[in-house]
């Protein structure tokens, strides 16, 4: 259902790769809430990928580019300035990859050129987005620049490596960036720290389906899916959030404020192989067998 949120804004989404990622869900939503659009990622993504499939059908220009090299970001906000006719209103940064997570190093075995790699490509490229856009003027007034990040960059996640490292880096670009854009030019920005969604890069992690299931289990709303984090990134984009910057934005059905929960404990219990896990168990309810949540 369409509310408008996003008529006759004009947008750019980074990292759209099939029809799993995020990105897709969001150039999506955007396009339903009134918006036009173009799409960009890397040359090889554009021949592996699907995404030329998702520009027909939105109807958006598809811009090639490598987000590490500030030349195709310039030409990116150039084409997409000249295909929508005018200044962008909004931009999704979606990008994130790890050669020490593909090939499987362990965080206190890291490939230092790869490590380099893993930050250029998931976080430094936002800095560079941020950069070019602003000499550029490339975003209109009140406009609003978000970026996907995970909680890894606040707390330890078993498997996510070096990626935790870029998204703490990529959330403190966002608030030390968001400061000056906001000052200068009016112009919000932000990161979503999303639940563990099951996307191309997602899937990467080590233990991903396990981690998905215990959040799964711990929030009490559940993990948020990709077309929940659409619909956020679209409020994100709209008026109605112009006074909201430099945050870091929990998106998680509430696993961020949560230490343990009913959920998770009897799973845990019941890993034990014996009977006292059972009896254990039945402490958590009451005489009449209710759920004792506190």
């Given at each position: 259902?369409?509310?408008?949120?996003?008529?006759?804004?004009?947008?750019?989404?980074?990292?759209?790769?099939?029809?799993?990622?995020?990105?897709?869900?969001?150039?999506?939503?955007?396009v339903e809430e009134g918006a036009i659009i173009t799409l960009s990622n890397t040359p090889l993504a554009v021949r592996m990928g699907t995404t030329q499939e998702l520009a027909d059908k939105l109807n958006a220009k598809l811009i090639p580019a490598d987000a590490t090299s500030v030349e195709d970001i310039e030409n990116v906000f150039k084409e997409s300035m000249e295909a929508l006719g005018g200044k962008i209103d909004f931009v999704l940064h979606s990008i994130g990859m790890s050669?020490?997570?593909?090939?499987?190093?362990?965080?206190?075995?890291?490939?230092?050129?790869?490590?380099?790699?893993?930050?250029?490509?998931?976080?430094?490229?936002?800095?560079?987005?941020?950069?070019?856009?602003?000499?550029?003027?490339?975003?209109?007034?009140?406009?609003?620049?978000?970026?996907?990040?995970?909680?890894?960059?606040?707390?330890?996640?078993?498997?996510?490596?070096?990626?935790?490292?870029?998204?703490?880096?990529?959330?403190?670009?966002?608030?030390?960036?968001?400061?000056?854009?906001?000052?200068?030019?009016?112009?919000?920005?932000?990161?979503?720290?999303?639940?563990?969604?099951?996307?191309?890069?997602?899937?990467?992690?080590?233990?991903?389906?396990?981690?998905?299931?215990?959040?799964?289990?711990?929030?009490?709303?559940?993990?948020?899916?990709?077309?929940?984090?659409?619909?956020?990134?679209?409020?994100?984009?709209?008026?109605?959030?112009?006074?909201?910057?430099?945050?870091?934005?929990?998106?998680?059905?509430?696993?961020?404020?949560?230490?343990?929960?009913?959920?998770?404990?009897?799973?845990?219990?019941?890993?034990?192989?014996?009977?006292?896990?059972?009896?254990?168990?039945?402490?958590?309810?009451?005489?009449?067998?209710?759920?004792?949540?506190?």
């Amino acid at each position: 259902m369409s509310h408008n949120l996003l008529k006759g804004k004009r947008g750019i989404v980074f990292g759209a790769l099939n029809n799993m990622s995020i990105a897709w869900k969001v150039a999506e939503r955007a396009v339903e809430e009134g918006a036009i659009i173009t799409l960009s990622n890397t040359p090889l993504a554009v021949r592996m990928g699907t995404t030329q499939e998702l520009a027909d059908k939105l109807n958006a220009k598809l811009i090639p580019a490598d987000a590490t090299s500030v030349e195709d970001i310039e030409n990116v906000f150039k084409e997409s300035m000249e295909a929508l006719g005018g200044k962008i209103d909004f931009v999704l940064h979606s990008i994130g990859m790890s050669p020490n997570v593909r090939k499987k190093r362990t965080y206190d075995d890291l490939d230092y050129e790869m490590l380099s790699t893993t930050l250029d490509i998931s976080a430094i490229s936002f800095h560079k987005m941020l950069q070019v856009a602003k000499k550029m003027e490339a975003i209109a007034d009140g406009g609003s620049i978000v970026a996907l990040s995970y909680m890894a960059a606040q707390r330890t996640i078993y498997g996510y490596n070096d990626m935790a490292d870029a998204k703490a880096m990529l959330e403190s670009i966002a608030r030390s960036f968001g400061y000056i854009y906001g000052r200068e030019h009016n112009v919000r920005v932000n990161t979503i720290s999303q639940s563990p969604t099951m996307t191309t890069a997602g899937s990467g992690v080590k233990g991903f389906d396990s981690l998905v299931d215990f959040s799964e289990r711990v929030a009490p709303l559940g993990n948020a899916t990709a077309d929940d984090c659409a619909d956020y990134c679209v409020v994100m984009f709209s008026d109605l959030t112009r006074k909201v910057t430099m945050q870091n934005l929990f998106h998680d059905g509430g696993f961020s404020s949560m230490g343990m929960s009913y959920r998770a404990m009897e799973q845990y219990l019941k890993s034990f192989d014996c009977p006292e896990s059972d009896l254990k168990f039945k402490e958590f309810k009451d005489e009449k067998g209710k759920i004792i949540y506190g």
